[in-house]
């Protein structure tokens, strides 16, 4: 019986890889003659680095660059084993030094954070020899539109006095005209495949500042800011480079990376989860499995929105293997949420007495005390054919 274990991470608790391995030992306590695959997933923020270059049998490299608030870092990126592009494929993970998590509370301010330094890993990346990037876009500190990536490889940005302008989401507002001649020839011939975390656009009603900006420090007048920069950046792109990416699905990934990868590189803006199912082959993993076991942090409305379970479910379903989702957050009576994702049965790990420290700090036992659980009282295998396990 082949079973393939695809979760995410259980964001601020357990990475892809470490759930993987939790529910495959707990399923093969109960099924030791069970045939596993582990395929730990992202979706374009913190673990897409690790997945796509453990999956492809890539190399990781470590270089200094600017974190998120200028301070001076050792970040990696990496370059892809086995993957079906045509060229040396580098991968950079915008939140390894720009990441939210790796920002104090006390300097969490995206008014002044900078993304800098995922410039400088591409530039470090190309002198690899990679010509293909996936940027993985999520889970930063920032929301500068990507101007400090731009910055980083030899883009000038100038206000109206013909001054370059400094980094940060709030020097957007003095952005007047941009400057291409003077960008690092290489990179300038690169090609970027940008990982999205999210589709909220760059502006508009559900616009990246006004849903993202508040938990990476930003209070009302700084929101206010941020929109009001956001709205420049995309005016002065579209005014000095002829392209409308303000409203585009995605743009808003990684405080406006995505928007500001479109503008200066011609990226192409993918969902990063669909873009990882690809990378890691996962349908041709799938097609001779009896069942896909997934699973994150939370299953709740947000998961129908392209998050990695929905992504899961919809790749197996075309295949016609079952799918079961393990979550910290659920609630396993929705019968209507199940449907609308395509999960055969999803799972709560956490017990109703646990509060939410304990939650995340014994995440790792509460998971594989519910995997044992599930497969030995509900004989999950034996019933595949029951229509209760079938999408």
Do not use: W
Not at 19 to 38: G, Y
Not at 113 to 120: I, K, L
Not at 355 to 381: P, Y
């Amino acid at each position: 019986m082949k079973i393939l274990v695809a979760p995410n991470a259980f964001k601020g608790s357990l990475t892809a890889a470490d759930a993987a391995h939790i529910i495959s030992r707990a399923v093969l306590d109960v099924i030791p003659d069970a045939q596993i695959l582990q395929i730990p997933l992202a979706d374009g923020g913190s673990g897409t680095l690790d997945t796509l270059i453990e999956t492809t049998l890539g190399d990781f490299v470590e270089e200094e660059c600017t974190n998120a608030t200028g301070e001076r870092i050792v970040a990696p990126f990496g370059i892809l084993g086995q993957s079906g592009f045509e060229a040396r494929t580098g991968v950079i993970e915008i939140a390894q030094c720009c990441g939210l998590k790796d920002i104090p509370l006390r300097k969490r301010n995206p008014l002044v954070a900078t993304t800098y330094g995922a410039g400088e890993l591409m530039i470090h990346a190309q002198q690899e020899g990679c010509l293909y990037f996936i940027i993985g876009l999520g889970d930063t500190g920032t929301h500068d539109c990507g101007a400090g990536i731009a910055q980083a490889v030899g883009i000038r940005l100038f206000d109206n006095n013909g001054k370059s302008i400094g980094r940060g989401g709030a020097e957007l507002l003095k952005l007047a005209s941009i400057d291409l001649s003077v960008m690092n020839r290489a990179i300038a011939a690169i090609k970027v495949i940008a990982a999205c975390d999210v589709t909220n656009p760059l502006l508009g009603k559900n616009n990246s500042a006004r849903v993202y900006a508040p938990q990476k420090g930003a209070d009302s007048d700084a929101l206010k800011i941020l929109e009001d920069a956001s709205g420049n950046f995309a005016r002065v792109v579209k005014k000095e480079l002829g392209k409308d990416i303000g409203k585009t699905e995605g743009s808003g990934a990684a405080g406006g990376a995505g928007a500001g990868l479109a503008a200066f590189f011609d990226a192409e803006l993918r969902p990063g989860a669909e873009l990882v199912l690809e990378c890691v082959h996962f349908d041709e993993k799938c097609l001779d499995a009896d069942l896909v076991i997934t699973g994150e942090g939370a299953i709740d409305a947000q998961t129908t929105n392209g998050k990695t379970i929905s992504v899961v479910c919809k790749h197996a379903q075309k295949l016609r293997v079952p799918v079961i989702a393990f979550a910290g957050i659920t609630d396993e009576s929705d019968h209507r949420l199940r449907k609308e994702i395509g999960l055969a049965k999803m799972y709560c790990i956490t017990p109703d007495t646990a509060t939410e420290d304990e939650a995340m700090r014994h995440a790792r036992n509460f998971l594989e005390e519910r995997v044992k659980q599930v497969f030995m009282t509900e004989n999950i295998l034996a019933n595949l054919t029951n229509t209760s396990l079938q999408q």
